[in-house]
């Protein structure tokens, strides 16, 4: 396998990460002992389990419908970006798969591994294994943030069946699970997202998931507001998490992320409902053609 | 709000059972004669009855208030009785095992035992059922260090001086009109006396139970620590639940002298009015401490959950130089209950110093309000204050009120103020949920936080009651 001419602008436009992700880069796992992360490679397993299976989902809030219409179906070790322009009901797609009490779904179905959790209350899917990396993630003062992390985590191992561990384990856990972000331990004894600058509050998200470890997580622009270095430790944190067991959705405007996370498909939305699916590249068109000939191709194929 | 914010505060009340026992009650209604009636009863000193007569005459002369940010209809006190005592009471309390056991029961299921071999570990506790005190625990070990602690009807046969001496000295008979209500129709209370260099050796707690309908509780308790002492002091109180409003009015004065301190400690849970406002306590009470020797303190620590209507400022009066006035409060309301509570800080002597921290919650229809006044006398040089009073609001029907008021005649003088108000918005309950917290537990860990530096203050055994206390009047207000 050579190197093609492409892949040469490649090397003098993209970040280091983008290019030893490509699938068509020799990479080999045996050359870093066995192991894949920090940067991961395509995961598409045809027989993995289906982990999140979304049929004709239709969503309402005050009584104005957002989705439309929408099918997705997610395997374990696959990671998924949902990419479209504003309003188009990507980070309202996030809020309804995780019970926002705001969205009424008034039809379709939604399973995870297997389960329809239409019916589950917010807190039951979270522990269930269904993870939101928030957009906005909340200021809680006066409750500490290793209060809130190891209540977190206790209210997963207890929905389990398994018994609470203790606050001294506990701050053993959670000095290893820092380094995934790398926080500074002080972050525990502030109040939760309180005075966290954007990148913090973003790298408290990516410590939760790491502490709590979904089956499915789902990143609602985890990358805006992030200088790039954030970004990088954010995207290092991500694939260091992701296993052949688990999956990701990345709710995003921009190719920026995608070029740290690689995503196995990229969807984009339109008005409420995923209008094409593509891989990878699907998205860097996106970033140098914008959607307009997106958005036209599919009024074209629906009118035919 | 999705699933209400309503129905996680509607925790039904747990201690509204009647116990059903035979009352020895005076018809109802107030006169002079109703006054003599009470005293005689009690068999009291003549100054006694001086005291209660003059105090009924004043009240007489005096209205009701009307500048709390409170509302409820007018209170009828011919409609009220002003005394009434379990039948079987012994005259004379020799030993527990005179206590009607129906009585003991009662606050037993209240988690205060009285009986010897369950009592309270180190801490005495004087049990006031309706108008008077059944059972003082630990007398005698008191009696070994000096400290005299006992009901007010007692304190007036035994130590008759020191009550003529220390009553009405911090608290006037026409202080306020509850205040000269009280002073007209007390019925019992606690009294402690903590003599000269001496600690304490336990906590002392008053139980306060209103078990009759009809009556009112007007209770009074007076607190005098010598000087060089300190003594640790809690009070509890529950009512069954009536449809019918009860009122609660009473006086509690403290007096330090000098190097003495008083720590007085209150978890206030009467019953609240069910949640369509109907019934429930009033709760007109007036506290204040003298801080009247050199070096003195007194410390007021509040959590206050329950009562329809709350009108209450334990105050300090910082007399004695380099004395100190402290005053922590959590007051939660749900509800339609409506609680103007605060503190007064008065500074009169040099270098005096007081902190107010105060925490209100409101949910539901429920109507919260601080009210407080730092005051600095001309010659209270170097006096400082600081204060701090923050509001949380659950849900959207809910209010919450800072009426600080301060006053400063000496220009040495040093007081802050910092107030905030936040709100448990849905935003913050389904962040937690998002990470598996039920809204039960979160309402619970954000007040827990948001009271944390009230909570500190309170005795360990305490601290926990009040938490869980919180968390259990909270439960359902949110979803």
Redesign the interface.
């Known amino acids: 396998m050579g190197i093609s001419a492409e892949m040469v602008h490649c090397f003098a436009n993209a970040p280091y990460e983008s290019l030893v992700t490509d699938k068509n880069f020799n990479f080999n796992a045996q050359e870093h002992g066995g192991r894949y992360p920090p940067y991961r490679r395509g995961m598409i397993n045809e027989n993995s389990d289906i982990i999140l299976s979304v049929r004709d989902l239709r969503a309402s809030v005050d009584g104005t419908e957002i989705i439309k219409g929408l099918n997705l179906e997610v395997r374990a070790g696959e990671i998924h970006a949902i990419m479209g322009l504003n309003g188009s009901g990507k980070s309202t797609f996030s809020k309804v798969l995780v019970g926002h009490p705001d969205y009424e779904v008034t039809a379709g179905e939604i399973h995870f591994k297997g389960q329809n959790i239409l019916e589950l209350e917010p807190h039951d899917r979270a522990t269930s294994g269904i993870f939101l990396a928030f957009q906005y993630p909340l200021e809680i003062p006066g409750v500490s943030n290793r209060d809130f992390l190891r209540v977190a985590f206790n209210a997963h191992r207890k929905a389990r069946g398994e018994e609470e561990i203790d606050v001294f384990d506990f701050d053993d856990l959670i000095e290893e699970k820092l380094d995934v972000v790398k926080m500074d331990a002080s972050f525990l004894d502030r109040s939760v997202n309180e005075g966290f600058s954007g990148g913090e509050k973003k790298r408290n998200e990516i410590l939760q998931m790491a502490l709590l470890e979904p089956v499915l997580a789902i990143l609602d622009e985890t990358d805006s507001g992030l200088d790039i270095d954030a970004l990088k430790t954010v995207a290092g944190g991500v694939n260091q998490l992701s296993t052949p067991d688990n999956a990701v959705v990345l709710i995003t405007h921009y190719q920026r992320l995608l070029d740290y996370i690689v995503p196995d498909y990229v969807h984009v939305m339109a008005d409420g409902r995923i209008i094409t699916t593509g891989g990878k590249d699907l998205a860097k068109q996106l970033e140098s053609r914008g959607y307009e000939w997106v958005l036209e191709e599919f009024r074209t194929g629906v009118t035919a | 709000m ?2 209400s914010v309503q129905s996680l505060v509607s925790q039904p009340y747990k201690y509204g059972f009647t116990t059903d026992i035979e009352a020895d009650a005076i018809p109802r209604g107030l006169s002079e004669d109703v006054v003599r009636m009470i005293s005689a009863k009690k068999n009291e000193p003549a100054f006694m009855l001086e005291f209660r007569l003059k105090a009924y005459r004043k009240w007489l002369t005096m209205k009701e208030p009307i500048w709390p940010n409170v509302s409820y209809p007018p209170i009828d006190y011919q409609n009220i009785v002003y005394y009434s005592a379990p039948k079987t009471q012994p005259k004379k309390l020799g030993s527990l095992d005179e206590v009607d056991p129906t009585m003991l029961e009662t606050f037993e299921k209240l988690g205060i035992p009285l009986s010897e071999q369950k009592r309270l570990a180190n801490v005495a506790v004087d049990a006031i059922f309706d108008s008077v005190s059944i059972a003082t625990t630990y007398k005698e070990k008191l009696a070994e260090s000096g400290v005299i602690f006992c009901s007010i009807s007692e304190a007036l046969q035994e130590h008759p001086e020191l009550v003529e001496k220390y009553l009405g000295t911090v608290v006037p008979i026409g202080d306020n009109y509850f205040a000269a209500l009280n002073s007209a129709v007390f019925s019992d209370g606690s009294f402690v006396y903590i003599p000269k260099d001496t600690q304490c050796p336990m906590d002392l707690s008053t139980y306060f139970r209103i078990n009759n309908g009809d009556s009112g509780q007007f209770e009074r308790t007076l607190i005098v620590a010598e000087s060089g002492s300190s003594v640790t002091y809690l009070e509890g109180c529950t009512a069954p639940m009536y449809d019918s409003n009860q009122l609660h009015a009473a006086i509690v004065e403290l007096v330090a002298l000098d190097n003495a301190t008083i720590n007085y400690s209150t978890v206030q849970n009467w019953f609240a009015g069910d949640e369509n406002g109907k019934g429930g306590i009033y709760n007109f009470v007036t506290k204040r401490g003298l801080c009247a020797g050199k070096n003195s303190k007194i410390s007021w620590t509040q959590v206050e959950t329950g009562s329809a209507i709350t009108w209450k400022y334990p105050s300090c009066v910082l007399v004695g130089d380099s004395s100190v006035g402290e005053f922590y409060s959590v007051a939660l309301t749900n509800n339609h209950q409506q609680a103007d509570t605060g503190t007064k800080m008065v500074h009169v002597g040099k270098n005096t110093r007081s902190t107010i921290i105060s925490k209100g919650i409101s949910a539901a229809k429920s109507k919260n309000s601080y009210r407080g006044l730092v005051k600095i006398g001309p010659k209270a040089t170097g006096a400082r204050n600081y204060s701090q009073c923050d509001s949380m609001l659950i849900g959207d029907t809910s209010s919450a009120n800072t009426f600080p008021y301060i006053q400063v005649q000496n220009s040495t003088a040093q007081v802050e103020h910092e107030a905030s108000t ?1 709100k448990i ?4 309950l ?10 039960e ?1 979160a309402v619970s ?2 007040i827990s ?2 009271c ?1 530096d009230v909570f500190n203050k309170l005795p360990m055994e305490f601290a926990a009651e009040a938490d869980k206390l919180l968390a259990l009047k909270l439960e359902n207000t949110v ?1």
């Open positions: 999705s699933v936040s918005g849905e935003d913050q389904f962040y937690f949920a998002q990470r598996g917290i039920s809204p537990d860990m954000i936080g948001f944390r979803g």
